[in-house]
């Protein structure tokens, strides 16, 4: 079913709340639009240039090109196209897709992260999976649960830990990864700060302006470009074995530390590794170290998306099922009283006798509902059986003998 809400602003704030997965798209329209299985699953509504759309189950949701998005959860994965003004999520435990989009800033991603021709800053504290970025004016990342791979970035690229491998190409800014649990692989990047990998590093046609410092648990390999202008080398190998080839200089030591003055450079470059390094002049121009990467930017709802629908499905079952036993329960307590109905019943309430026949229906005051005894084995009244005889009472449908009957007889 597909609701509409036209609305009054061609740029507002979409607040949404997404219980299963959502794909949003940005178009040219005056209205939102909400494609989910059922009515009762959705709802919309404006104020004052802010839209609230709350959503139960998996939807599609189409909104104005011109649109800001505000997302407190989105329960499943989360794909958003082509949606220009700023987007702000607090939390998405499934995937997250971002495309054509401008700035966005995302709080934390349960799943894997996706972003491509991101026209402004994306920046993120918290990715559980793995990140792809193809294309963004600028990245800022805390942590990665995975492995990251990034091309394309026209700014400036941080990310502070990534658990898995790093790949990272063509980042004409400044690139700045502090620590991988895994490989790192560059090209084409200019390097700023400290690089530490417990695995192998591999740099390809890198530049960088101030000191650098390398760890590796692996081995370091370093390949420059014929103009490389140098740097003052500190290479300390665990593996005893540094070769050097750059410029006029063609050695290989067999040794665990190198120092050497290569070009003119007055610049430090510092590299430890657990295995060998190398550092070599000359760079493949047809090797690609990312290659295509375009299906990571398609939709694809989460397991846990899967499972919250199942989960309301199966509630729902279990409600539908629980409501026709009580309808069915209480048929039969009916039946129970039109069946007592001129049962003759003596009842003492406060000390006093009194005798009720179906010709003799007067009643003495409420007595308070005495307390239930039962044998030992015996189910009894339950809670909701008990409310619906005192609410039965309420409604003068039986008197106070009939209810002091139904209660006997769902002792029994």
Do not use: W
């Not at 991603?109 to 491509?116: C, D, I, T, W």
């Not at 492995?147 to 690229?157: K, L, M, P, Q, T």
């Not at 044998?375 to 005889?389: V, Y």
């Amino acid at each position: 079913m597909t609701h509409i809400l036209n609305i009054s602003k061609k740029d507002p704030i979409i607040h949404i709340k997404a219980y299963g997965g959502v794909v949003i798209r940005g178009v040219e329209q005056d209205e939102v639009q909400c494609e989910i299985d059922a009515p009762q699953l959705a709802t919309l509504m404006e104020d004052g240039g802010h839209v609230y759309i709350t959503a139960n189950s998996s939807c599609e949701l189409t909104i104005p090109l011109n649109a800001s998005i505000d997302m407190e959860k989105g329960m499943g994965s989360v794909s958003i196209s082509n949606v220009k003004n700023k987007i702000e999520i607090e939390k998405v435990l499934g995937n997250l897709v971002l495309v054509d989009v401008g700035a966005a800033q995302i709080e934390r991603v349960g799943g894997n992260f996706s972003a491509k021709n991101a026209g402004g800053r994306v920046y993120l504290e918290k990715i559980n999976g793995n990140l792809v970025v193809d294309g963004v004016e600028s990245f800022h990342c805390e942590k990665i649960g995975g492995s990251a791979i990034v091309r394309g970035v026209a700014g400036n690229f941080y990310l502070s830990k990534t658990a898995g491998n790093f790949k990272a190409e063509n980042i004409p800014g400044s690139m700045q990864l502090e620590r991988a649990n895994g490989s790192i692989t560059a090209r084409s990047v200019n390097m700023q700060g400290d690089l530490r990998a417990d695995g192998n590093i591999r740099l390809m046609a890198i530049n960088f302006t101030d000191n650098m410092n390398l760890r590796a648990g692996g081995n370091i390999s370093i390949r420059v470009p014929e103009d490389f202008p140098g740097a003052s080398l500190e290479l300390h190998s665990g593996g005893q074995k540094i070769t050097l080839k750059a410029g006029d200089v063609d050695m290989q030591v067999n040794d665990s530390v190198l120092e050497y003055q290569l070009g003119s450079s007055k610049r430090k470059l510092f590299a430890s590794a657990g295995g060998d390094i190398e550092i070599l002049e000359g760079v493949d121009p047809h090797e690609e170290i990312i290659g295509d990467i375009s299906d990571h930017f398609a939709f694809e709802e989460s397991a846990f998306s899967e499972l919250i629908r199942e989960r309301v499905v199966s509630a729902t079952r279990r409600a539908d099922a629980k409501m026709r036993i009580a309808e069915k329960r209480l048929e039969q307590m009916q039946d129970r009283v039109e069946k007592l109905r001129g049962f003759n019943l003596d009842l003492d309430v406060n000390g006093k006798k009194y005798s009720f026949t179906s010709d003799n229906p007067s009643a003495p005051p409420v007595p308070p509902v005495p307390p239930v005894t039962r044998p030992a084995g015996k189910k009894g009244a339950s809670d909701e059986e008990r409310l619906m005889i005192l609410k039965m009472l309420q409604d003068k449908k039986i008197t106070v003998d009939e209810a002091e009957s139904l209660f006997k007889a769902l002792e029994e």
